[in-house]
Every structure is written in structure tokens, then in C-alpha cells.
């Protein structure tokens, strides 16, 4: 049964940068594919990003696009979201998703039902 818990959320400024952080435990983080989503008011949950066991990166097609970049850090039992150039549209409660993976070392979920595990997410506000 894995735990996941995101931090690093908060309240910046638009054009700033924060790092998300989605922690694992009791089980490895090596053996998930990890996916981060977020959800603005009133707004369905969409996918950002994707990153395979192996560390293949997936877009699922957020119009941040390249102001998003996902990583993780196995030894740590963490994945991150980096937000860089943040705007007032990206307010949102971001979460991270796990789904077990045996042996596709390179494949990512397509979207957030075949994901397994959820955290209880993060609040990301932009304002001037």
C-alpha cells in the first residue's frame, strides 16, 4: 500500500518558480511510474506530467507545456514538479499519482484513471 504526500505549495508571485515534491513511502518510489496533475476551481483535473521508472517523460498536453518539468530521485523516494515562469492560470491544487509498474520501464500512464495512487494534494496560488 504506498503513501504519497506532496509539499512545496504556496502563494507567488506571477513569473516565480517553486519545486513540488511528491514523497513515498513505505515502498520504493523505483518500482511506479509518477504522474502530477492539478485542478483549478471549478475546472477538471488535467494532466501535466509523466515519468516512466526508466525516467521517460511524458506530456499529457497542459498549455504550460515547457514551463513544466518533472524528475525523481529514487534514493530519496521523491518526484518533483518544477514551475518555472508561474502565471495567475496555473492556480490549482496539484497532486502526484503512482502506478505500479513490473517491468515497462518506459511506460507512462495515458490519463488519471490508470493511475493507482494518489496523494492529497497541494495548493499553488499565483497572484499579483
Known sequence: QLQLVESGGGTLH?????TL??????????YYAIGWFRQAPGKEREGVLCISRGGSVVEFGTSAKGRFSISRDNAKNTAYLQINDLKPEDTAVY??????????????????????????????TVSA
Open 14 to 18: 506571477p513569473g516565480g518558480s517553486l
Open 21 to 30: 515534491s511528491c514523497t513515498a513511502s513505505p515502498l520504493p518510489l523505483e
Open 95 to 124: 497532486s502526484c499519482a503512482a502506478k505500479s509498474i513490473f517491468d515497462q520501464f518506459h511506460y507512462c500512464p495515458s490519463y488519471y484513471g490508470e493511475f493507482d495512487y494518489w496523494g492529497q494534494g497541494t495548493q499553488v
